[in-house]
Structures are given as structure tokens and as C-alpha cells.
T-cell receptor, first 113, second 117 residues
């Protein structure tokens, strides 16, 4: 079945540091890939997505590129801010389980000033 | 987009009792999804609720423990029955409005934080 594996957390960085959160997936077809974010005290919300190979999703300075050859969708940001502190979830959906999202285990990110 | 109202936002319940969680969406959607997020864990899909038919449960979840109602296209309830401390979790309602569903953004309620004592 489909699965998503995320980098173990928690991750703690200083402000303006470079961020990478690794995400790899296993899927039977050609999935769509997502990053969701959960800020403290808030609900889960979409950060970015990519729906086919080599697509790059981007939002709020975050980027992730859909790499079919390495089955990866790593999240990156060049200069993090304290306000980026949150839990980040990688997720996929594919045509077979079209409406279901499969989530990774989540990575808690803390940015110190 | 979709706005989801979920209630209660939190509850503390005695073991052996049941709690019904309500989910109201501001637009009509074909499917509604119920997830569980255990402390420090990821989201696990419990079931998919279709209007006018039985819910579809994921492996490890059964209707007797998590009965679901879906009386119309904007509303669903999830009941956590005969609760034990292991049921302490956040329960989330979600929808994915749109036509090309595998590409579509999912929207989530704020969640119900359940503590069973």
C-alpha cells in the first residue's frame, strides 16, 4: 500500500538558517504530493503541493520538488523565521485511493530567535 | 475552499461512555473524512463518510466502535463508543471539494481533543 516516510523530528534551528525536511514515499501509481502545516493552536492547512513529476510547489518561501526517480518530495526554505515553528506533514494521494490522503508521521520544527 | 465547523473542540469523558463529534461544512461535498491524531503521531484515516450509504472503514477501525452518520451533503457525525483511555486523541473532520480529487486540497476542522479518564 501507499506510505510516506518523513525525517524524524523534532528539528530545532536558529532564525535565518536553511531548512530541509526529508520526505520519501511509496505508491503504486503516480501520486499527488502535499505538504501540510499545523501551526500552534491552529488547524491543519495546505502549505504546497505538486501533482506530477518534476513539478515544484512553493508557498511562503517554502519549496518542494516532486522527484519521481528518488520518490522524494523534500521541503526546503532558504531562511527560516520564528513564525515557521510548526508541525509539518508530508502526504500523498493517488488515483487508486483517490480521495484519501496518506500522511507521514510529522516533523516538529522549532525556530529560535 | 471549504470552512469546517467541528464540535466539541475538546472534552473529558469517563471510560465506558460515548461521545459524538459533529462536523458541519459550509458547502456540499460528496465525501467527508474522519481522522485520528494520537499524541505526537500522524493522522490516521478512520473512515470515509458518503451521503446516503454506509461509511467505509479503514483497516483497524470498526463501525461498532466508531459509528458514523452522514444525513446530508454538509454534515456528518462520528461517535466514539465505549471509550477507554487509549481513545484519547484528536479527532479531525476533513473534506476535499473539487472535481479532480487526487489533486485537490484537503480542508480540516479544528479538531476535537478527547481525553478519556
Amino acid at each position: 500500500g501507499n506510505s510516506v516516510t518523513q525525517m524524524e523530528g523534532p528539528v530545532t534551528l536558529s532564525e535565518e538558517a536553511f531548512l530541509t525536511i526529508n520526505c520519501t514515499y511509496t505508491a503504486t501509481g503516480y501520486p499527488s504530493l502535499f505538504w501540510y502545516v499545523q501551526y500552534p493552536g491552529e488547524g491543519l492547512q495546505l502549505l504546497l503541493k505538486a501533482t506530477k513529476a518534476d513539478d515544484k510547489g512553493s508557498n511562503k518561501g517554502f519549496e518542494a520538488t516532486y522527484r519521481k526517480e528518488t520518490t522524494s518530495f523534500h521541503l526546503e526554505k532558504g531562511s527560516v523565521q520564528v513564525s515557521d515553528s510548526a508541525v509539518y506533514f508530508c502526504a500523498l494521494s493517488d488515483r487508486q485511493g483517490a480521495q484519501k490522503l496518506v500522511f507521514g508521521q510529522g516533523t516538529r520544527l522549532t525556530i529560535n530567535p | 475552499s471549504a470552512v469546517i465547523s467541528q464540535k466539541p473542540s475538546r472534552d473529558i469523558c469517563q471510560r465506558g461512555t460515548s461521545l459524538t463529534i459533529q462536523c458541519q461544512v459550509d458547502s456540499q461535498v460528496t465525501m467527508m473524512f474522519w481522522y485520528r491524531q494520537q499524541p505526537g503521531q500522524s493522522l490516521t484515516l478512520i473512515a470515509t463518510a458518503n451521503q446516503g450509504s454506509e461509511a467505509t472503514y479503514e483497516s483497524g477501525f470498526v463501525i461498532d466502535k466508531f459509528p458514523i452518520s452522514r444525513p446530508n451533503l454538509t454534515f456528518s457525525t462520528l461517535t466514539v463508543s465505549n471509550m477507554s483511555p487509549e481513545d484519547s486523541s484528536i479527532y479531525l473532520c476533513s473534506v476535499r471539494p473539487g472535481q479532480t480529487l487526487m489533486n485537490t486540497e484537503a480542508f480540516f476542522g479544528q479538531g476535537t481533543r478527547l481525553t478519556v479518564v
